[in-house]
């Protein structure tokens, strides 16, 4: 586990978080995962700090609200999804492309579970997966 150091684009919000990328990742084909290209690694809400800028953050929800995905209102960075697991209960997904301190190496060698959201399968991996 580490504390890793994460912002924005144009760094009006910064945060740290306890993550360890060897826990794994997660990529979903859900409509929003899909056209904003999420990666997420999921940590309990605890696990998160937001060191500043919360009056930059803005959020968006969709369908029955139950994920809260929250962004810099500046530049459009998504940084954080907020929500409830049947698996995890309460969650935060840290983008981890937000995270300034990780190595391309470390990003590379993180494992990827890949959810089929679009069909409501969270359990199972979808059937075409190179594209996410």
């Given amino acids: 586990m580490s504390v890793r150091q994460g912002s924005c684009h ?16 997660v990529r979903c084909n859900c409509s ?3 056209k904003v290209r999420w990666w997420g690694a999921m940590i309990a809400p605890e696990r998160l700090r937001l060191l500043s800028g919360e009056d930059a953050l803005t959020q968006y929800t969709f369908g029955a609200h139950l994920q809260r995905h929250r ?3 500046h530049c459009g960075v998504r940084l954080f999804e907020f929500g409830t697991s ?5 969650f935060v997904a ?5 995270l300034d301190d990780v190595t391309d190496a470390e990003l590379a060698a993180a494992p990827i579970r890949y959810v089929d959201g679009r069909h409501d399968r969270w359990l199972e991996e979808p059937d075409i997966i190179s594209h996410l």
């Fill in 71 to 73: 962004f810099c209102r």
């Fill in 10 to 25: 144009c760094g009006a919000v910064r945060f740290e978080a306890d993550v360890d990328l060897a826990d794994g990742t």
């Fill in 32 to 34: 929003i995962c899909a």
């Fill in 94 to 98: 840290i983008n981890v492309t937000a």
């Fill in 86 to 90: 049947p698996l995890r209960g309460e």
